[in-house]
């Protein structure tokens, strides 16, 4: 099972910018099917974006455009740029891994995750 810890969360107002970190240990990236989620109060969790094993990304409508996801093979580190926040960009961001090499999108089901990072925008 892959461990996975978040970082780079915290308070901005709208307009700014983030980027966010998750850490992975016990397995190396390749071979992975990666994303980030969110879950605002009283919301279910919505997939923010995903990135496959061969590189391509996914990305909710939402975000598209300001939003980029990367990876770092050689550290193991997935990041999720963001870029022009918005106040209903408010939630906890998990990433999410699931041993997969075909497409990943973003109704993927996902085994291991994150304990999660609280991005809290202001308007």
């Known amino acids: 099972q892959m461990h996975l810890v978040e970082s780079g969360g915290g308070s901005v107002q709208a307009g700014g910018s983030l980027r966010l970190s998750c850490a992975a240990s016990g397995y190396i990236f390749s071979g992975y099917c990666l994303a980030w989620f969110r879950q605002a109060p009283g919301k279910e969790r919505e997939g923010v974006a995903s990135i496959a094993s061969y590189g391509i990304a996914t990305y909710a409508d939402s975000v598209k455009g300001r939003f980029t996801i990367s990876k770092d093979h050689t550290q193991n580190i997935l990041y999720l740029q963001m870029s022009s926040l918005k106040p209903e960009d408010t939630a906890v961001y998990y990433c999410?891994?699931?041993?997969?090499?075909?497409?990943?999108?973003?109704?993927?089901?996902?085994?291991?995750w994150g304990q999660g990072t609280q991005v809290t925008v202001s308007a």
């Open positions: 999410a891994a699931e041993k997969s090499i075909g497409a990943c999108p973003l109704s993927h089901v996902f085994k291991d």
